[in-house]
């Protein structure tokens, strides 16, 4: 199965624990719904105007029980489902999860919660290229437990989680009862500075490792963020590397490359975000785009493309 996150993966190194380790975390009780309506064109895809609506909905609570202290569940809807767009205009996602101990989370249902501690590079505007059908980024149907210093965002969102200034440290271990699939966490965090790694093992015997390091220097006065991460399996190794430069509040530049993603592309990504209120505008630039084939060694290029959005987020 071919697996391509959206045009939108705000996984910002600012947002991922490198802002001081320690984020004070807003009370949610209740339902919820929040999603995106945008409006963009995609030079490569087409030259024609193009919308996309996605929102997310469900309910938590905190609860005061010896066992639990916190339960919800949610799902999303989106017109165009990058993981998988046989699934567009259905209801995705669906899972529910609780909180026991204090510290620890355990999550059912369609969740990539697996993923918390990847998060650490400027993929705004860039799309990653995943051919596993298990993988850090997937929503296959498992069970996940994360536990330690996660600071959790709630509403199901396993993007931008940081891990606590008392506790700066946490990891996963998560199962897929129908591939067998098999995941382990861990991160951490000293000073400014976090790294991760995670194991994926497949029934079929295939083992992928990856890492991740992020690094913020904000509390330095420099509005700046790196990230690299790093994919090993049996057929390749995937590189993906950036920056973010926070010009003001409501300005942001970044930058990011892939280095052989699982199609062999090598490829830049340039993008420019400007925030108002619920207002998002967007503009990037795909660059060098090139693809090595491993069967007729011919190496093929791809033309430059701009890809420019309108976002208005509820």
């Given at each position: ?80 489902y990058a993981l998988d767009r046989t ?68 509403e199901f969102d396993f993007n931008s ?92 530049f970044t930058a990011s490359r892939v ?56």
């Open positions: 199965m071919k697996l391509v996150t959206g045009a939108v993966v705000l996984a910002l190194m600012a947002t991922t624990a490198l802002a001081g380790g320690h984020e004070v975390q807003e009370e949610k009780n209740g339902m919820y719904l929040n999603g995106t309506f945008e409006i963009y064109i995609d030079e490569q895809a087409t030259e024609t105007l193009d919308t996309r609506f996605e929102a997310m909905g469900g309910y938590e609570t905190d609860i005061d029980h010896p066992f639990a202290n916190w339960v919800g569940f949610g799902a999303r809807f989106d017109t165009n699934k567009d205009n259905t209801i995705t996602e669906k899972q529910f999860g609780f909180e026991t101990l204090g510290n620890t989370r355990v999550y059912v249902g369609e969740t990539d919660a697996q993923r918390l501690g990847f998060a650490k590079t400027s993929k705004i505007g860039a799309p990653v290229i995943i051919t596993k059908p298990s993988s850090r980024i997937d929503h296959n149907e498992k069970v996940v437990v994360a536990f330690g210093g996660w600071n959790h965002q709630d989680v940081t891990l606590q200034r008392e506790m700066p440290y946490g990891g996963v271990v998560a199962f897929d009862p129908e591939t067998k699939a098999k995941y382990y966490g861990l991160s951490g965090q000293v000073s400014i500075v976090q790294a991760s790694v995670m194991q994926i093992d497949t029934d079929n015997g295939e083992t992928q490792r990856g890492y991740s390091v992020g690094a913020g220097f904000h509390r330095m006065g420099v509005p700046v963020a790196v990230g690299y991460e790093r994919w090993k399996d049996n057929e390749n190794t995937r590189i993906d590397y950036g920056l973010m430069y926070n010009y003001s509040d409501e300005l942001m280095e052989e993603d699982d199609l062999g592309f090598t490829y830049n990504y340039y993008g420019v975000v400007h925030t108002k209120g619920n207002i998002e505008l967007g503009a990037y630039f795909h660059q060098g785009k090139s693809q090595d084939n491993p069967y007729s060694g011919r190496t093929t290029t791809t033309d430059d493309s701009i890809k420019a959005t309108i976002k208005y987020k509820f």
